[in-house]
Nanobody, 117 residues
Framework: QVQLVESGGGLVQAGGSLRLSCVAS????????MGWYRQAPGKQRELVAH???????DVADSVKGRFTISRDNAKNTVYLQMHSLEPEDTAVYYC???????????WGKGTLVTVSS
């Protein structure tokens, strides 16, 4: 089993920045990829950014150029750096982990990001 704990969410004005963190614990040796998803009220959960064990990253077109995903293997932590935040970025952000390159086997409980206009 793998446990994921997110932090770093909060209220920010449009144009501001936030950095989300996700600390993984448990059987992390078996994890091949991690990611960040978000779910806005009334909308489906969507993939925001993804990073493999080897460091290959992928970012959704809607946040490309504004959001960056990175990882610190020594700290078992994945980050989502968010710049130029927009009200449309308001959502609960969830950390994910998978045994495969793509997919989700574990979810964190989420952290709320609210962007005010």
């Amino acid at each position: 089993q793998v446990q994921l704990v997110e932090s770093g969410g909060g209220l920010v004005q449009a144009g501001g920045s936030l950095r989300l963190s996700c600390v993984a614990s448990g059987s992390i040796f078996s994890i091949n990829s991690m990611g960040w998803y978000r779910q806005a009220p009334g909308k489906q959960r969507e993939l925001v950014a993804h990073i493999t064990k080897g460091g290959t990253t992928d970012v959704a077109d809607s946040v490309k150029g504004r959001f960056t995903i990175s990882r610190d293997n020594a700290k078992n932590t994945v980050y989502l750096q968010m710049h130029s935040l927009e009200p449309e970025d308001t959502a609960v952000y969830y950390c994910s982990a998978a045994h495969t390159v793509y997919g989700v086997d574990y979810w964190g409980k989420g952290t709320l990001v609210t962007v005010s206009s």
